[in-house]
């Protein structure tokens, strides 16, 4: 696990930008006032802007019934 001393810093990275390049990128137009929430939002819970828009919509769609994890590749 990153940052528990069994990986050096170079497998972290090179994991973590493994795990970036098998996402799907994509525009996503949004309200000025609404993405500055978010990014407060993100800050506050140490995460970036991205990452915190993905725990949302992954947490909308558990909340709804719509998410199986075994399906969806990600923890």
């Not at 696990?1 to 810093?9: A, I, Q, R, V």
């Not at 493994?18 to 799907?24: D, F, H, Q, S, T």
């Not at 802007?49 to 992954?58: A, F, L, S, V």
Request: charged content about 35%.
């Amino acid at each position: 696990m990153c940052g528990k001393g069994s990986h050096s810093d170079r497998e972290c990275r090179d994991t973590q930008s493994l795990k970036m390049a098998e996402k799907k990128a994509f525009v996503l137009r949004i309200d000025p006032a609404l993405l500055a929430k978010v990014e407060k939002w993100a800050a506050d819970e140490f995460r970036s802007t991205n990452g915190q828009i993905e725990w949302i919509i992954r947490n909308a769609l558990k909340k709804a019934g719509k998410y199986r994890e075994k399906e969806s590749g990600t923890p």
